[in-house]
Nanobody, 126 residues
Framework: QVQLVESGGGLVQPGGSLRLSCAAS????????IGWFRQAPGKEREAVSC????????KYADTVRGRFTVDRDTAEGTVFLQMNSVKPEDTAVYYC???????????????????WGQGTQVTVSS
């Protein structure tokens, strides 16, 4: 059984930073595209970032480009989302997701992913 677990969320002031982690059991995250998504209260889920499996190509939503960075620790089999210069509009539950199929690309589309975590709450407020 594949389980994804996000961690690292919390309360942060505007302009601050957080580092979210995504770890898996029953699955090796090193070999598959990973996506980060978020959903704010009353809003639809939106893509934040993704990282591919082979060349670690990354993509970002326009709303976070230049502020967020996705990367992997292959030794630990963990994927991270580094959030810098956060804004109140970044407040949401953040989810990681993994695609079963290997790919040198990644997509900012939820339907491209097969397994999802339960999410971690990020609140940006002073």
């Amino acid at each position: 059984q594949v389980q994804l677990v996000e961690s690292g969320g919390g309360l942060v002031q505007p302009g601050g930073s957080l580092r979210l982690s995504c770890a898996a059991s029953g699955f090796n995250l090193n070999g598959n595209p990973i996506g980060w998504f978020r959903q704010a209260p009353g809003k639809e889920r939106e893509a934040v970032s993704c990282i591919s499996s082979r060349n670690d190509m990354a993509k970002y939503a326009d709303t976070v480009r230049g502020r967020f960075t996705v990367d992997r620790d292959t030794a630990e089999g963990t994927v991270f989302l580094q959030m810098n210069s956060v804004k109140p509009e970044d407040t949401a539950v953040y989810y990681c997701a993994v695609r079963r199929q290997l790919s040198s690309n990644c997509e900012l589309s939820g339907q491209d992913y097969d397994y999802w975590g339960q999410g971690t709450q990020v609140t940006v407020s002073s």
